[in-house]
């Protein structure tokens, strides 16, 4: 079957950098993608990794390693806006997103 | 406000009612999406269209209906529902389902079912 897995909550400090991993068995890889959703709202597009190696976008950074199918988000500074589930996504062979649950990051002044 | 409009954002249904969830977009993307949330569970596809006039299977889609007559709309039809669809359910596009681009959600609809 198809796994996607990431931590269920995560604890961080204002100020402080944080890395949420993700990994994954699929059948076949089209890229993998990370999402942020704060509590009662849409998901919305952070990072989308194809090729192995750190993508990064102001704070945050994300990371890519096809052969461990293995992933993780940075997410560096960290504000209290930060507060919020991450979800990892991969495409599979059939171009399908399979989701993991979410990891709900909490942030402490 | 070019993006996903989804509609009612909120319903409260019996069980055994039909109920239709409305998604449009504006921004001429080729594939739709329709996922459900569930406390503790990552996103599920219920449905979803490439293109319009096609439509596939999702993970879950027993219970549910889709049709992509045109570009912009893919409602969703609960025929008869049950509790167990008590769920946010997410409308989502792309512009290519077999690209990178990133998905657009809705807002959500946030569906109960007694």
């Known amino acids: 079957g198809q796994n996607i897995d990431q931590p269920t909550e995560m604890t961080a400090t204002e100020g402080a950098i944080v890395q949420i991993n993700c990994t994954y068995q699929t059948s076949g890889f089209n890229g993998l993608f990370w999402y942020q959703q704060h509590a009662g709202e849409a998901p919305t597009f952070l990072s989308y990794?194809?090729l192995d190696g750190l993508e990064e976008k102001g704070r945050f950074s994300s990371f890519l390693s096809r052969s461990k199918g293995y992933s993780y988000l940075l997410l560096k500074e960290l504000q209290m806006k930060d507060s919020a589930s991450y979800l990892c996504a991969v495409k599979d062979s059939n171009y399908q997103l399979i989701w993991g649950a979410g990891t709900k990051l909490i942030i402490k002044p | 406000i070019a993006g996903i409009t989804q509609a009612p954002t909120s319903q409260i249904l019996a069980a055994g009612r039909r109920m239709t969830l409305r998604c449009t977009q504006d921004?001429?993307?080729?594939?739709m999406y329709w996922y459900r949330q569930d406390l503790g569970l990552g996103l599920r596809l219920i449905h979803y269209s490439n293109t319009a006039g096609t439509t596939g299977k999702g993970e879950v889609p027993d219970g549910y209906s889709v049709s992509r007559a045109n570009t912009d709309d893919f409602p969703l039809t609960l025929a008869s529902a049950v509790p167990s669809q008590t769920s946010v359910y997410f409308c989502a596009s792309t512009k290519d389902s077999d690209g990178g681009g990133e998905l657009f959600f809705g807002e959500g609809s946030r569906l109960t079912v007694l």
């Open positions: 990794n194809v």
């Open positions: 921004m001429r993307h080729n594939a």
